[in-house]
């Protein structure tokens, strides 16, 4: 699928900002569950899982969303496609398993969100720093692979090149052929 | 890894992708073991049913809160 330039950079920057939106986000989220597991002030735990249900619901999953969603797009409208490269099928893997996991969390932080609000010793609820944590290796991970981009054709990827290198070829011997009939 | 350096087969899989599946099974192994020795411990339900903590009054709490910081 090939868009004009001005669209296809849209697209690379739309999902720029929305992974590395999605990382910083769950950053900040990790200091609110460090503080809603580790804190003694009541008043702060409280205000650390109102915050981290707040995050989750209205930032980090509307982002984890729309990065895979223009992630797909972006490999479908570039040069690097989906299941060309390995680094690409194992960044979309990641992306989807963090959103997966991510998407089933949010209903536990909404429930312990809302349940830290009413409970007398919200110090007592387990928090969610293990998924916290998860995640952001998991992002972190799709960060390097994504500068990185190691080297890597699937059996997929290797045989579209080589179509792509033979179409090349006849194209060029086609328009040897041609030059050297025009100047007999 | 280029087609054009031996066409009559793909390039085998890289190093980086065999290791990175062998420690991604072996994660999922961890969790799989995890989740069968502490069962009902883990995913979205396990404060929802059956919780301990159910909700209570905030007079009390923050009665003993004494404005203690991190």
Redesign the interface.
């Known amino acids: 699928m090939t868009l004009p330039r001005m669209i296809t950079r849209l697209v690379l920057t739309a999902h720029v900002v929305t992974s590395v939106g999605w990382l910083g986000a769950v950053m900040a989220y990790l200091a609110l569950d460090i ?1 809603a597991s ?7 735990v409280r205000a650390a899982y109102f915050g981290m249900g707040l995050t989750i619901r209205v930032v980090i999953a509307p982002l984890a969303i729309a990065s895979v969603l223009i992630g797909i797009v972006n490999a479908l409208t570039s040069s690097w496609g989906i299941f060309r490269h ?1 680094w690409v099928v ?1 960044k979309l893997l990641l992306s989807i398993f963090a959103t997966v996991i991510l998407l ?2 949010l ?2 932080v909404a ?2 969100a809302e ?1 830290a609000s ?5 110090r ?3 928090g969610s720093l293990l998924h916290s944590i998860g995640g952001l290796v998991i992002l972190i991970m799709v960060a390097v692979l994504s500068v990185y981009k ?6 997929y990827g ?2 579209k ?2 179509r792509l ?1 033979s179409g090349a070829a006849q194209g060029a011997d086609g328009a040897a052929e041609g030059s050297s009939a025009a100047s007999q | 890894m280029s087609p054009t350096s031996d066409q009559s087969s793909p390039p085998p899989m890289p190093g980086w992708v065999r290791v990175s599946a062998i420690v991604a099974a072996i994660l999922a192994l961890v969790v799989v073991i995890a989740l069968i020795w502490f069962p009902g411990k883990h995913g979205p339900g396990r404060h929802i049913h059956g919780s301990s903590h159910q909700p209570q009054s905030t007079q009390s709490a923050t009665a003993e809160d004494g404005g203690q910081g991190i």
Do not use: C, F, H
Request: glycine residues 2%.
């Open positions: 503080v580790a804190s003694d002030n009541i008043a702060n390995y194992v089933l969390e209903q536990t429930y312990l349940l009413m409970n007398a010793e919200p007592s609820l387990p190691p080297k890597g054709l699937t059996p290797w045989r090149q080589l290198n």
